[in-house]
């Protein structure tokens, strides 16, 4: 998972706490016309920023003097845009190692796939990286979703899923699943509850095991 892909998460968490507390509030939502002007004061610097400085700079600069300066704007502006996005990441990211607080259990019991079946789970296909599953815990955290400190994330197969459905759905036996039951979580139907809901999809691209059987239905 891409530092890209952690800030995108993270804007739409934000702007989802936005919204909600606007409605508690009785407001409309801030934040977009800030998010337009410096999008603005951004473009001016990094587009027209170099062409004023340089008649600042010196009368009849060098060639070498021009690269020398732009180049060097660049890069200040680049590293003050990577301070500020890692710096992002790490206030969100408030448990630091959050993967040693998650356990991966690895289904080879039926009847413990049979009650993620019946429980439902929330459930990502791709594969999780430390970073990915450092985000879903903090996530979960920040939406007041965990029962306790550690939390358990299923590992089961396609073959498995076929198996504890009773209807034949068009899965593939080597799909590898990564579930954390809805049972185990506090998932409520409250403000938390629905932000979680809109989320899901958009960290590593989490699915609910239910639309997947539904969806897979020969």
């Known amino acids: 998972m891409t530092n890209a892909e952690i ?12 919204i909600e507390k606007a409605k508690a509030e ?3 939502p801030k934040g977009e016309t ?14 027209i920023g170099p062409s ?10 060098s060639k070498s003097t021009v690269r020398i300066f732009v180049f060097g704007l660049i890069a200040v502006i680049s590293a003050t845009l990577l301070f500020w996005r890692q710096s ?41 990286d430390n970073r990915a599953y450092n985000l879903i815990y903090n996530w979960l955290k920040h939406r007041e979703m965990l029962r306790g400190e550690r939390l358990n994330i299923y590992n089961f197969t396609g073959k498995q899923l076929r198996e504890a459905v009773s209807e034949e759905i068009e899965v593939l036996d080597h799909m590898v699943f ?4 809805l049972d185990e979580i506090a998932f409520e139907d409250n403000a938390q509850g629905r932000l979680f809901s809109h989320e899901h999809f958009y960290v590593a691209h989490g699915r609910w095991l239910s639309d997947i ?6």
């Open 88 to 128: 992002r990441i790490s206030r969100f990211m408030s448990v630091k190692d959050a993967r040693s607080l998650i356990d991966l259990v690895e289904v080879s019991d039926q009847g413990l796939m049979n009650t993620i079946v019946e429980k439902d789970a929330l459930v990502f296909t791709d594969e999780l």
């Open 52 to 61: 004023i400085a340089l008649g600042f700079l010196v009368e009849n600069p």
């Open 7 to 18: 800030i995108q998460f993270i804007n739409r968490i934000q702007d989802g706490d936005k």
């Open 34 to 47: 800030l998010k337009i002007i410096v999008a603005a004061v951004v473009t001016l610097i990094v587009v």
């Open 26 to 28: 009785g407001e409309k």
């Open 178 to 181: 990564y579930a954390i039951r």
């Open 213 to 218: 059987i539904n969806g897979a239905k020969k």
